[in-house]
Nanobody, 114 residues
Framework: QVQLVESGGGLVQPGGSLRLSCAASGFTISSGTMEWYRRAPGKERTFVAYITPYGVTHYNDDVKGRFTISGDNAKNTVYLEMNDLKPEDTAKYYC????????WGQGTQVTVSS
């Protein structure tokens, strides 16, 4: 059974940092591309970042230079390090298995507010 479980969200002030985790089970993250998406209230889900099994990464321009996607194969977990957070980053963040049997996590809420 393929499963993705996000964690690490919360309430932070502008300029703060959070690290989101996506714990995978039923497959290995090294088998395909893993991605992060987010959905702000009243808006469509949008792409945030991806990482390939070879370590190639790509980011949405809105988060480039502030967010870093990474993976730990031993823990079978994908991370999203978020720095210099802005109110515009407020959204529910989702982990996505982009290859093979595709799957979404349930999401974790990030709220950036003073």
């Amino acid at each position: 059974q393929v499963q993705l479980v996000e964690s690490g969200g919360g309430l932070v002030q502008p300029g703060g940092s959070l690290r989101l985790s996506c714990a995978a089970s039923g497959f290995t993250i090294s088998s395909g591309t893993m991605e992060w998406y987010r959905r702000a209230p009243g808006k469509e889900r949008t792409f945030v970042a991806y990482i390939t099994p070879y370590g190639v990464t790509h980011y949405n321009d809105d988060v480039k230079g502030r967010f870093t996607i990474s993976g730990d194969n031993a823990k079978n977990t994908v991370y999203l390090e978020m720095n210099d957070l802005k109110p515009e980053d407020t959204a529910k963040y989702y982990c996505y298995k982009a290859q093979g049997l595709r799957a979404w996590g349930q999401g974790t809420q990030v709220t950036v507010s003073s």
